[in-house]
């Protein structure tokens, strides 16, 4: 059952300290990316300001990305890729019970929400992707979907949790946490692990884990 | 306890049937608006590209709107009034009682998320909004908040709900349906009626109201 057999980790990559957040290193063009597309938009933003505020020439820029998309694209993949490898390193940390590892992978995403809320805000623009990058982005998205779907089966087959849709559960629990770069920069008052901490309890209410 | 009384529900006012969702109905220039909002953002929308989209003249547009912002302000008020009165109509249904009261709300909430997905992705272009309009709109956004945790705290305090933070439990509740434009259009197999069912089931999970 060990999320570590799946082909989404390689064997024997490095895991990353899943409760640490250091600011995510960016190339300087896709910092500048990540800004301007977090101001004004997908759509409103010109590869001429992203050259602009990098200090390169549009060439420059281009030798590097294809266009525009190819700069949201790396974004969305380094972003996704980030939460994802984090967790499943929380999740192994859980040591195989269904409790622990749903709160662990509960407080990575969490602390990714409200630590890189702007990278995960970002998540909005990709339906501004063409249809074959959206294909491709869903997919690495859905990996998260898979962790959290897992656990949630498991816990409910191993009677832990008492779950009667997991794959909606699912998306309902990640859901509330996608929500939260929505109000925490404008109304967040508690640390990235204060937040944690209440979304684990609510995550565990929710798939029944309490009631045990 | 009725929020029958409550001062964002004129006396008298008539109640929309809230579980009938016609088609919205917009004006030509703000269904012009949504659409092009909703397909390159608000920051990637010109003024000018809505006119052409409308057939009418830049200034005959000035005349009724003052400027972009304020058509997205407008579209805004207007798809949360709805909601908010809609959530209201469906509070009243429940009786007083905290269960049918808490699945009444979710239910209109899906039902509007799901049938209305374009105008609710919406809600993300609101960071772009002048901080003057930005805190106007919170304001309306807060009624939605208000009457969920009101219906929360009273089932907790009844003893219907066993919840420990009714207000961060109300965000996550909100969050959980906010997040369904995002996968409904490209994912959803479900009726709105369905998912709204489900979100109900989760719901009541998430508050406890099933292990009464």
Redesign the interface.
Known sequence: MGSSTDDTVAEGAVMPDWRTLEPMELTPILSASLDAFYE??????SVREIARRVGVTVPALYYHHENKEGLLIALLELSTSDVLSRAHAADEDGGGDPVRRLSNVIEAIVLRMTLRARLA?L???S??LSPENRQRY?AVRKGIEKLVREIVEEGTASGSF????PA??T??????????P??YH?EGTLSPQAVAK??V??AL????A??R
Do not use: N, P
């Not at 004004?40 to 933003?45: I, L, V």
């Not at 008492?162 to 849709?165: I, N």
């Open positions: 004004t938009g997908f759509h409103g933003t805000a998540e909005g623009e339906r501004y869903r008492d779950v009667d849709d909606e559960t998306r309902a629990l990640l859901g509330m946490c996608q929500s939260i929505r109000w404008a209440k979304y309890d609510i209410k929710t798939v029944g309490d009631a």
